[in-house]
């Protein structure tokens, strides 16, 4: 048995998402870890055979409700991570007209997609200073002496002012970072949460350079853009209040900020290829 897949690219974004809608998936199919390997096996004789995000998403007339599936190096699954370029993914790939809301099953978060011209607003409908936010309370901890602010915020995701972490080797120590703040937040170390990225003031304007599985992110990932602005919504987080363009290594995000939501704007998204997909049922007892 076969399936209809999309592959979408999100522009900033590491690499495309593998896109299933839930209602052409087969009777008794459970998405689970054993069916999802079949399915990036059969991805090996593909042009992505690397591709490492999976998003699956059904739904009625105004809502979707979205899960998302990150394959990491090793082989196995994530299924407790949220990523925003997958989720615009679904959006395009489902190709109705207007804004349409998306509820991450994954995350909890909804989140609405207008569309302007050919790019979209993401609003996170979630106000930035909602209890959990700062998931152990406080807007800075330290961490090998060193100063972060945690936000939980579309992901989890750790804030870390670059002027505290001279000299080289930046990507280890950030590494070394989030493997505290794994531990601190209940997560495994070696899991893809919680996100990171390292930030700085320079010439008034904001810079951000993150990491992703498998090494630097080419931007910043959306849910990032997201937690960005949340936190610098926060007093006394270690970021700023965030104003105009954030520059990141491969060009700009746009983000802003509200009472009620944060917004990411101006994301694109077109959807590759279509494939057939060969699909075996996980059999349960």
Sequence with gaps: MTVAAAVVRAEGAPGPTLVLRLD??????????????RLRRSLGRTAYADLHKIA??????????????????????????????????????DGRPGPVTVRAVTTGDTVLCEPYGDTYTLSFLRPPSEPGTLPTGRPVDVLDGVPVSLVRYGNPYVFVDARHLPGGALQDRLLALRARAARLLGHPPDSALPKIAAISVQGG??????????????????????ALAAAGAIDGTVVPPVRGPVRTPAGTVTVSAAHDRVRVHHKRAEVLETLELPWRIHATA
């Design 24 to 37: 052409r998936l087969p009777a008794g199919a459970l998405a689970l870890g054993g069916e999802l390997v």
């Design 205 to 226: 304007g904001l810079s951000v350079r993150a990491l992703t599985v498998g090494g630097w992110h080419p931007r910043l990932a959306l849910t990032g853009a997201a």
């Design 56 to 93: 699956i998403y059904g739904g009625g007339d105004h809502a979707l409700r979205y899960r998302f599936v990150q394959a990491l190096p090793d082989g196995r699954f994530d299924f407790r991570a949220g990523c925003g370029h997958s989720l615009l993914a679904c959006v395009v790939a």
